[in-house]
């Protein structure tokens, strides 16, 4: 058996020479003439960055908006109606536009500024010449803490320098939910006390010219009705001093709301309301 030769020292540069040029040949593929290979068909392609998650494009109507990569997984829609309790507002965000409506003073429309999902809130800004006013909606459930309905959404709102105030959301295109016991096909209308019911003016030369005015109201076993609105009694809750606070639906105007009422006869007979933002109102009972 030959002796075995000693080791030979090689530089350390040969080595990595050596050592570049075997990657570099396994490295290489068999190019057609224009250049591609196996695992990149288009040899005139820009280099692969890191990989990304393409992002689905917040929809015009209003449909829901993934979040970020990272984030809440949660979707928020853009299009919501937010709805609150003392004080009564709601604020319909469709369209580019939040209109806010309630008791005690002509709806709002507003042009939305900015509409950002972040930290899983979808935060709502817009403004009119009367100023501003924020809705905030997170997905998580929420149960109405006057008539019990149950909402997808929780809300808040700021009006002005008003806020934020607590509520319930739902997106825009989903009708008002049902309160607890109500029928399937339908809401269910409630029962307003008879002491209530009547039409009422503001004095007693408008009950005799019902024309000459137009804040005469109209109370039925289950609606009030206003000039140009008319509510559905949804909830009635009657204190032992006679007082009933009552939920109504509203609609008039091309609009729908929800608000709510607190109604009692005083000691003259007259009727009192007393609405959102400690809003209040004396009619008179006119006959027939």
């Given at each position: 058996m030959p002796p075995i030769p000693p080791f030979r020292r090689v530089p350390v540069a040969v080595l990595a020479a050596a050592l570049v040029a075997a990657l570099a040949a396994c490295g290489s593929g068999t190019s057609d003439p224009a250049g591609a290979t196996p695992d990149r068909p288009d040899a005139d392609a820009e280099p692969l960055?890191?990989?990304t998650v393409p992002m689905p494009a917040t929809r015009a109507d209003g449909g829901a908006e993934r979040a970020p990569p990272g984030g809440d997984a949660v979707p928020?829609?853009?299009?919501?109606?937010?709805s609150t309790n003392e004080p009564f507002y709601q604020a319909r965000v469709e369209g580019g536009t939040l209109v806010l409506t309630g008791v005690g003073f002509e709806a709002r429309t507003l042009s939305i500024e900015s509409s950002d999902f972040a930290g899983g809130m979808r935060m709502i800004r817009a403004r009119?010449?009367?100023g501003t006013v924020e809705a905030g909606v997170r997905a998580v459930e929420?149960?109405?803490?006057?008539?019990?309905?149950?909402?997808?959404?929780?809300?808040?709102?700021t009006v002005g320098d008003s806020g934020p105030h607590r509520g319930c959301a739902r997106p825009a295109d989903m009708p008002p939910p049902r309160e607890p016991g109500m029928a399937h096909h339908g809401q269910a209308r409630a029962s307003l006390p008879p002491a209530l019911q009547g039409r009422w003016a503001p004095d007693a030369?408008?009950?005799?010219?019902?024309?000459s005015t137009i804040e005469g109201i109209r109370v039925t076993s289950d609606e009030i009705r206003f000039h140009e609105s008319t509510g559905v009694a949804r909830h009635v809750e009657t204190d032992a001093e006679g007082a009933s606070r009552v939920r109504f639906d509203f609609e008039g105007e091309g609009e729908r709301w929800e608000a709510a009422y607190t109604l009692r006869i005083d000691e003259n007979g007259a009727l009192q309301l007393m609405g959102p933002d400690d809003t209040a109102w004396v009619r008179v009972r006119c006959e027939g």
């Open positions: 960055g890191p990989a928020v829609p853009e299009a919501v109606i937010v009119d010449a009367e929420c149960e109405d803490d006057m008539s019990g309905a149950e909402f997808p959404l929780t809300g808040t709102l030369e408008a009950c005799r010219d019902p024309a």
